[in-house]
C-alpha cells in the first residue's frame, strides 16, 4: 500500500479551511498537516481552541507559528517609514499579513518536505493570487490545492458536506466578516457590497467606550514607536498593542476602502485600524519637521509603489529590498516625541519635539525674520531661480 501524499494547509479553523481538512483527508486520501500564522490576530486561547479542532478533524500534525514580531520587522516597519496608505485611506491591514502568512506556510511545506499545499481561497479575491504566487515563488513544482475555488463552492454547500461528514461546530454566520490582526482589522457586510453604505455603530469590533479627551506622546527612535507616554516596549509591536488599547476606545482608525483588486475588480470593506491611523500620522508628523523637502519628496514617490506593490503580493520582488533599504536609511534622524490629542471619532497631531527638528528658531521663523540670508540675497536668487522660465516666455513671446 502506497504511502499518502502530504498536504500542508494553511489553516484558520473557520468554515473554508475545515472543509478543506475533511475534503483532503477523507475524499482525497491525503496526509494532512495544519499550519495557523497568527499575526496579531487570535488570543492564546483562540490559538488552543484551533488546534484541538484541527485534530478533531483528522489532521496528522498541527503547527501555530507566532509570526508577530516577524510579521512586523519584514513588512510592517517599512509601511510605517513610508506612511503608507493605499489610496490615501487603507494602511494594508489584512494584504499585508496575508503574505507574512504565505511566507510562513512555504517554509513549513518544505520543512515537512511536503507533495503539496493547500489554501481555502475563494476564487473571487486577492488572497489566492497573493498565496499562489508565493507559493509558485517559494516551492516550485509543489501542487498547490484549493478546494473552494476550484470546487466553486457556496457556503451552504460546504455545510452539508461537513454536517454529512458529522463535523459539529457552529455553522451560522455572523452578519459581518472580520479578520483581525497587528496591524488592523477588515469588517464586511451588506453595507459594503455595494458602491453606497456604510457600517452601523454595532458592526465595528471595538465600541467606543472614551469620551473624555486625552493627550497621548509617542516616542519614536529612527522611526520606529519605542514608548507611549511614560512606557517604554522591548519591541514596536508591544507598543503598538498598548497604544490600541488606548485609540480604539476612542473609535479612531474607522473608514471604507474603495480599492482595485489584483484580478481587475473594485472592491469595498470596512476596516478599523486605531493605532495603526495614529502611527501613521505621528511619523509622518514627525518626519515633516526633520527630513529635507526632496527625502520627503522621493519618500513619497517610493513608498505609494511599495504598498501597491505589497498590496498586489509582490513582497519578493527584488525591488522591494532595494526601496526598503531606502527607507530605512531615510530614518536615521526620525527620532523624537509627537503628541497626539484625542477624540471619540477624531484625533488632532498637537505637534512635536526632536533634537532634529529643522523648524530651528536659530536660523529664522517662517513668516517673520530670518538670520541665513538677507532680502537682497533673495532678490538675486528669485531671478537666477526663474531665469530659464524667463529666458523661455521671452523667446516665444517674441516669435
Known amino acids: 500500500m502506497s504511502e499518502a501524499k502530504k498536504v500542508v494547509l494553511g489553516f484558520s479553523g473557520g468554515l473554508d479551511t475545515t472543509f478543506c481538512v475533511k475534503y483532503l483527508s477523507e475524499d482525497k486520501g491525503y496526509e494532512v498537516h495544519s499550519i495557523i500564522v497568527n499575526t496579531g490576530g487570535f488570543t492564546d486561547e483562540e490559538l488552543v481552541q484551533i488546534e484541538q479542532h484541527a485534530y478533531a478533524l483528522g489532521v496528522k500534525t498541527h503547527t501555530t507559528v507566532n509570526a508577530v514580531k516577524s510579521y512586523y520587522d519584514s513588512i510592517i ?79 451552504e454547500d460546504e455545510i452539508a458536506y461537513l454536517k454529512g461528514k458529522g463535523v459539529n461546530m457552529n455553522f451560522e454566520k455572523s452578519m459581518y466578516s472580520i479578520n483581525k490582526g497587528l496591524w488592523g482589522t477588515s469588517v464586511g457586510g451588506k453595507e459594503t457590497l455595494n458602491s453606497k453604505g456604510i457600517l452601523p455603530e454595532s458592526a465595528w469590533p471595538t465600541q467606543v467606550t472614551a469620551t473624555d479627551s486625552k493627550e497621548v506622546k509617542l516616542h519614536f527612535e529612527k522611526g520606529e514607536l519605542t514608548g507611549v507616554d511614560d512606557q517604554t516596549f522591548e519591541h514596536p509591536t508591544k507598543a503598538i498593542q498598548y497604544l490600541q488599547t488606548i485609540a480604539g476606545a476612542y473609535g479612531l482608525g474607522r473608514d471604507i476602502h474603495v480599492g482595485d483588486t489584483i484580478i481587475g475588480i473594485k472592491g469595498r470593506v470596512g476596516f478599523e485600524a486605531a493605532a495603526p491611523m495614529v502611527i501613521l500620522k505621528a ?80 536660523f529664522g521663523k517662517y513668516g517673520e525674520m530670518n538670520t541665513g540670508f538677507t532680502g537682497e540675497d533673495v532678490r538675486g536668487f528669485s531671478k537666477i531661480f526663474g531665469n530659464q522660465t524667463s529666458i523661455w516666455h521671452k523667446v516665444n513671446q517674441s516669435s
Open 283 to 362: 511619523h509622518h508628523a514627525l518626519e515633516k519637521h526633520i527630513l529635507t523637502k526632496w527625502q520627503l519628496g522621493w519618500k513619497d514617490q517610493l513608498s505609494q509603489f511599495y504598498g501597491n506593490w505589497l498590496h498586489e503580493g509582490q513582497i519578493l520582488d527584488p525591488v522591494m529590498r532595494d526601496i526598503e533599504a531606502y527607507l530605512t536609511n531615510s530614518q536615521q534622524n526620525v527620532t523624537g516625541d509627537v503628541f497626539v490629542q484625542m477624540l471619540p471619532y477624531r484625533f488632532h497631531i498637537i505637534g512635536i519635539e526632536s533634537a532634529f527638528d529643522l523648524m530651528n528658531s536659530k
Open 77 to 155: 516597519k517599512y509601511l510605517i517609514y513610508g506612511n503608507v496608505l493605499k489610496n490615501n485611506t487603507y494602511p494594508l491591514s489584512v494584504s499585508a499579513e496575508r503574505l507574512s502568512q504565505a511566507l510562513h506556510i512555504a517554509e513549513h511545506a518544505k520543512k515537512l518536505n511536503a507533495d503539496a499545499v493547500a489554501h481555502g481561497s475563494t476564487g473571487a479575491g486577492n488572497d489566492q493570487v497573493r498565496f499562489d504566487m508565493i507559493f509558485h515563488i517559494l516551492i516550485a513544482g509543489v501542487e498547490i490545492i484549493t478546494p473552494i475555488r476550484d470546487l466553486k463552492l457556496s457556503r
